[in-house]
């Protein structure tokens, strides 16, 4: 069974790999054109919260047996603190300073969230407490891009 937890575990990390890499793309179009355009940056800073946690989250201290789930999300938050960065060396001044405020707010969550959890909880509580966090900042995530929606429904108002 251990084999099987381990090989789906490599091509579920292969598969994340992937998805991660999917935005590159855009990413060499903004370099290209030296502009972020209409593009949006909160997604790239929100998955790098969902990737900072799921990656503290896999931790052996944290979560036992876990350490595909830390691999894939720390490769995720570099790849993440790429796209950040160059969304914004390249977005006008305003969106740059909402992002910018967005990413150091990010940072603070993840840090408090890893010193609660290693200050306040023990054992299977972390795991919980850990495992809960990573599991909203998922969903926020995932509905994240629908920032873009509203964005674009106050341009047609």
């Known amino acids: 069974m251990d084999i099987a937890h381990f090989l789906f575990g490599v091509f579920g990390n292969a598969t994340a790999l992937f998805l991660f890499l999917a935005p590159t793309i855009t990413f060499r179009r903004i370099v290209r054109r030296k502009s972020t355009e209409q593009f949006s940056g909160i997604p790239y800073v929100m998955t790098l919260l969902n990737c900072l946690l799921s990656a503290w989250y896999g931790l052996p201290f944290v979560s036992k047996n876990n350490i595909l789930v830390s691999t894939i999300n720390g490769t995720g938050s570099a790849i993440e603190i790429i796209y950040v960065l160059i ?16 990413f150091m707010l990010v940072l603070t969550v993840f840090a408090a969230v ?39 429904l106050n341009l047609i108002n």
């Open 87 to 102: 969304f914004l060396l390249f977005a006008p001044k305003k969106e740059k300073a909402k992002i910018f405020g967005l």
């Open 114 to 152: 890893a010193l609660v959890s290693l200050l306040a909880f023990h054992g299977n509580a972390r795991k919980i407490f850990c495992g809960f966090a990573a599991t909203i900042f998922s969903i926020i995530m995932y509905a994240s891009p629908l920032s873009i929606m509203v964005s674009s």
